[in-house]
C-alpha cells in the first residue's frame, strides 16, 4: 500500500481539511462582524485583547515577539499592526525601565474602550459561526471538541 493510499494519512488530510474549512468560516464571519460595527480586524481585536491581558508584575510585559506568537503573525506583520494600532491612538509603546533596548506595548484608555465595545460583537459572530458550522456534518464533530474546551 502506498502512502497515498493509507487509510490513516487520508483520514489525517481529511480532518486536516475540515478543521482549516472550520477556521475559515470562523475568522471570515467574525472578520465581517468586528469590521461592520467596529472597524477592527479579528488580528486587530487579537493583539488589542492580548496586550490587555499584561500586568505590571515580574514577566507581566509581552516582548514583540510573544505577541506575534500569541496572535499567530510574523514578527514583521506584528509590528506592522502595532504600528496601525498606535497611529490610531488604540496602543502606546514605552522602553523597559531595566533593560532599555525592550519596549512595551499597551493598550490604551481608548483601545480599552474599543476593546470592551467590540469584545461582545466577537463572541456573538463566534457563536453564529460556530452554530451554523455545527449543521455541517463534516464540521460538526470539530464544533464540539470546541465547545468542549470552554468546559475542560
Known amino acids: 500500500m502506498s502512502r497515498t493510499t493509507d487509510p490513516a494519512l487520508v483520514g489525517l488530510a481529511q480532518g486536516w481539511c475540515a478543521l482549516s474549512a472550520l477556521h475559515g468560516r470562523i475568522e471570515a464571519h467574525v472578520e465581517r462582524a468586528l469590521q461592520e460595527h467596529h472597524d477592527l480586524s479579528v488580528r486587530e481585536f487579537s493583539v488589542l485583547d492580548v496586550l490587555s ?12 515577539n510573544e505577541v506575534a506568537d500569541a496572535v499567530v503573525l510574523s514578527q514583521s506583520a506584528t509590528t506592522r499592526l502595532v504600528n496601525r494600532l498606535e497611529e490610531r491612538g488604540l496602543l502606546t509603546r514605552y522602553l ?9 506595548t ?38 464540539a471538541a470546541v465547545e468542549s474546551l470552554t468546559s475542560a
Open 96 to 104: 523597559c525601565l531595566t533593560d532599555r533596548r525592550g519596549i512595551y
Open 53 to 64: 491581558r499584561q500586568h505590571d508584575g515580574e514577566g507581566g510585559h509581552l516582548r514583540m
Open 106 to 143: 499597551d493598550v490604551t484608555p481608548a483601545g480599552r474602550t474599543l476593546l470592551e465595545e467590540a469584545r461582545p460583537t466577537n463572541t456573538r459572530a463566534l457563536r453564529e459561526a460556530l452554530d451554523e458550522a455545527a449543521t455541517r456534518p463534516e464540521l460538526a464533530p470539530l464544533v
